[in-house]
């Protein structure tokens, strides 16, 4: 079993400098543009369960790796 970790892309919070927590902040641009380079380096990785967190920044993350 192989298991890959990844962080949700950036957030105007993560520029600012300031905690998330459990606030449900979306990716900015940036954030979007970092979740597409992801997907591009894992396009050859078999990837049969795609976990994370509820919140916005991380389920867009997902969402677009998960993308073809």
Known sequence: MKIIVT???ETNW????RMQ?????EL?????DQAYETREKLKGENIDLIICSPLKRAKQ?????NTN
């Open 7 to 9: 962080r949700h892309g």
């Open 28 to 32: 900015n641009d940036r954030g979007i």
């Open 14 to 17: 993560n520029v600012q400098k």
């Open 21 to 25: 927590g459990r606030m449900d902040i």
């Open 61 to 65: 993350t997902a969402e677009i790796i």
